[in-house]
């Protein structure tokens, strides 16, 4: 479901990249931004985003015991479809603005691409869960993996099941995103990640200039 076909002005913006691409950075900046100009937004993740939808992350990302890829591909999923129908839909609704830290690009990435899964399988529960609903607009932050595996390391965090993941499955994960981008370069804007903050903040800010300028402020609706 495209913009046009909402009754209100409310637009979902999703934050994709690889891991140490900066997107919870950059999604924080970008809702301060958002909100100096009047606009009321809610910043989600996924996985994640509900009650089960935090506990399903839980398990994908930090279970001790292996988990099947078709089961981790269906978790996704059950969490998406309880995220779109419990928080985004409604808040769009509303017209607020939702900012996703990832959404189903990144599971044609990291499913797809990482996990080598069959695209038309990622398809067919896209369209069971999701129907024609898309992001209005989608920021891939593109880092070099070996600089995203520094910047993580620099963290010194303990990673996830994901992060875990060894440099092929990193390299599969960023070329599935760039053949995402290639595919819907209209939707998905492409950002150098590698830049500084301030210069990828002011990338994003150009991207959505254009959605910023139509809506106005908004806090008298």
């Keep these: 479901m495209n913009r046009k076909n909402r009754n209100k002005a409310g637009h979902f913006i999703t934050l994709e990249g690889g891991d140490g691409s900066g997107k919870t950075t950059q999604i924080e900046l970008l809702a301060n931004y958002l909100n100096e100009r009047g606009i009321d937004v809610h910043i989600t993740r996924e996985p994640g985003g509900t009650r089960l939808g935090e506990a399903l992350r839980e398990i994908i990302l ?13 978790l996704l999923f059950a969490a998406r479809s309880q995220h779109i129908t419990n928080v985004i839909k409604p808040r769009l609704s509303n017209g607020q603005w939702v900012l996703s830290d990832r959404f189903t690009d990144a599971t044609f990435a ?21 129907g024609d609903f898309r992001p209005d607009k989608t920021i891939l932050l593109d880092l070099p993996v070996e600089q995203g595996i520094l910047r993580l390391t620099r ?11 060894d440099l092929a499955f990193k390299q599969r994960v960023r070329e599935a995103y760039l053949e995402r981008y290639r595919q819907h370069h209209s939707r998905i804007a492409l950002v150098d990640a590698s830049a500084s903050i301030h210069e990828v903040h002011k990338a994003i800010t150009i991207e959505i200039a254009n959605m910023v300028s139509s809506s106005g402020n908004r806090n008298g609706d």
């Design 62 to 74: 930090h279970n001790v015991d292996p988990i099947n890829d078709k089961v981790e591909l269906l």
């Design 110 to 130: 990291y499913q797809g691409g990482g996990r080598q899964m069959g695209i038309k399988d990622i398809e067919v529960l896209q369209t069971l869960v999701q």
């Design 155 to 165: 963290r010194g965090e303990t990673r996830d099941r994901i992060e875990q993941q």
